[in-house]
């Protein structure tokens, strides 16, 4: 049985909201022997550090960076149970591999369900100014814990594809370390576990894989991270078909953090392989959620249009999920992009309080 066929789902995290102190007492409770507290948030929380396996490669992994980026929590946990229950599948991998896993980094975002932090700091933009306390925790443990491979675990919008029909359920990448984007030996490293990673995941999801951009970022972690000669490799969870709550995602990105780690464990630094990296195609920015085609309003003028919508995620205290709420992101024509549901309103009546739909406002009409 290979991990894809054991894959189970922690069952006590079933939403994509994962209250930080659900997960801390989680943690305790489960893995107490297993984790450490290594520092606390602005507003005070825990940031515990999980340490498994005796082997002298060493792993350095973080989750929840941006708070509203649950998948990489969810992946860990999971891999946790689905390994509880098929020990046989870990055994060879964490003789050769240490992993120091770092959940929920910014758990004060991760509270109310925001990109960044309590002061409002993008921690994947503060490598060098070092303005959040939490970043500063794991850029100390980062530097001072002689670690071969670094997994940098991140969640995408909705809006990218990997050819314009399919969405990118996941996509990685070997950051750049420089503007001119050199391949040098430590992006090897990370390329060629991308590519074993890929090898791993069921052929059939295959077209749902795509190639972040390797855009330099001075102020950013994985680059600087790689101009520090430490490989490291970018997770980016995105949109699966017909599941904005992200179950297949889930799925998959957990399984692709277990083919990581397996790799690491099989390359032992090798390089093997790199090249294959490069067949993957890049992210496409090509679809909405929701587009309402041929639009007529009701102006004093004949006016059909498209209006695009983007789902908001948004969380309200003492809720125990997220809300997605439609949001009007563009109006006028939208066709050189594409919705993942799309409505044809030929015919019909545009019926709102107003005339027009309203940019960047919350959808209040109806088209009947």
């Given at each position: 049985m290979n991990f894809a066929q054991a894959y189970l789902q922690c069952p006590d995290f079933p939403n994509r909201y994962i209250s930080p102190e659900k997960l801390f007492f989680f943690l305790q409770k489960n893995y107490g022997g297993l984790i450490r507290e290594i520092g606390r948030s602005y507003l005070d929380k825990p940031i515990y550090m999980m340490t498994i396996g005796t082997g002298q490669t060493k792993v350095i992994a973080w989750s929840q960076m941006h708070g509203n980026e649950s998948n990489a929590t969810h992946a860990m946990l999971d891999l946790l149970v689905t390994l509880q229950e098929s020990p046989e599948l870990s055994v060879d991998i964490f003789n050769k591999i240490t992993l120091d896993f770092i959940f929920m980094l910014n758990p004060d975002g991760s509270e109310q369900w925001t990109r960044r932090n309590a002061l409002d700091i993008d921690m994947n933009r503060d490598f060098i100014k070092l303005s959040s306390k939490e970043f500063r925790i794991l850029k100390e443990i980062a530097e001072n814990g002689n670690y071969d491979y670094a997994l940098n675990l991140h969640e995408q919008r909705t809006i990218f594809s990997t050819d314009g029909e399919n969405p990118a359920t996941l996509s990685f990448l070997a950051p750049a370390e420089n503007v001119e984007r050199e391949i040098t030996p430590t992006r090897k490293k990370a390329m060629a576990v991308i590519v074993a990673i890929i090898k791993g995941l069921p052929q059939e999801f295959h077209k749902n894989i795509a190639?972040?951009?390797?855009?330099?970022?001075?102020?950013?972690?994985?680059?600087?991270?790689?101009?520090?000669?430490?490989?490291?490799?970018?997770?980016?969870?995105?949109?699966?078909?017909?599941?904005?709550?992200?179950?297949?995602?889930?799925?998959?990105?957990?399984?692709?953090?277990?083919?990581?780690?397996?790799?690491?464990?099989?390359?032992?630094?090798?390089?093997?392989?790199?090249?294959?990296?490069?067949?993957?195609?890049?992210?496409?920015?090509?679809?909405?959620?929701?587009?309402?085609?041929?639009?007529?309003?009701?102006?004093?003028?004949?006016?059909?249009?498209?209006?695009?919508?983007?789902?908001?995620?948004?969380?309200?205290?003492?809720e125990d999920e997220i809300s997605f709420v439609p949001y009007v992101v563009e109006v006028g024509d939208c066709g050189k992009k594409k919705g993942w549901k799309e409505l044809d309103c030929t015919g019909k009546t545009f019926v709102s309080k107003r005339k027009f739909p309203k940019l960047d406002a919350e959808v209040d009409f109806e088209i009947v």
């Amino acid at each position: 049985m290979n991990f894809a066929q054991a894959y189970l789902q922690c069952p006590d995290f079933p939403n994509r909201y994962i209250s930080p102190e659900k997960l801390f007492f989680f943690l305790q409770k489960n893995y107490g022997g297993l984790i450490r507290e290594i520092g606390r948030s602005y507003l005070d929380k825990p940031i515990y550090m999980m340490t498994i396996g005796t082997g002298q490669t060493k792993v350095i992994a973080w989750s929840q960076m941006h708070g509203n980026e649950s998948n990489a929590t969810h992946a860990m946990l999971d891999l946790l149970v689905t390994l509880q229950e098929s020990p046989e599948l870990s055994v060879d991998i964490f003789n050769k591999i240490t992993l120091d896993f770092i959940f929920m980094l910014n758990p004060d975002g991760s509270e109310q369900w925001t990109r960044r932090n309590a002061l409002d700091i993008d921690m994947n933009r503060d490598f060098i100014k070092l303005s959040s306390k939490e970043f500063r925790i794991l850029k100390e443990i980062a530097e001072n814990g002689n670690y071969d491979y670094a997994l940098n675990l991140h969640e995408q919008r909705t809006i990218f594809s990997t050819d314009g029909e399919n969405p990118a359920t996941l996509s990685f990448l070997a950051p750049a370390e420089n503007v001119e984007r050199e391949i040098t030996p430590t992006r090897k490293k990370a390329m060629a576990v991308i590519v074993a990673i890929i090898k791993g995941l069921p052929q059939e999801f295959h077209k749902n894989i795509a190639r972040y951009s390797d855009e330099f970022y001075p102020t950013s972690t994985g680059d600087n991270f790689t101009k520090m000669g430490l490989p490291t490799v970018l997770y980016e969870g995105g949109h699966y078909p017909d599941d904005y709550q992200r179950v297949g995602t889930r799925k998959y990105y957990t399984i692709a953090l277990y083919e990581g780690l397996k790799a690491i464990s099989q390359l032992n630094g090798s390089d093997e392989g790199w090249e294959q990296y490069f067949d993957l195609p890049e992210n496409k920015e090509t679809h909405y959620d929701l587009i309402y085609r041929n639009v007529r309003l009701n102006t004093d003028f004949d006016c059909v249009l498209d209006i695009a919508v983007q789902y908001k995620e948004i969380y309200r205290r003492g809720e125990d999920e997220i809300s997605f709420v439609p949001y009007v992101v563009e109006v006028g024509d939208c066709g050189k992009k594409k919705g993942w549901k799309e409505l044809d309103c030929t015919g019909k009546t545009f019926v709102s309080k107003r005339k027009f739909p309203k940019l960047d406002a919350e959808v209040d009409f109806e088209i009947v």
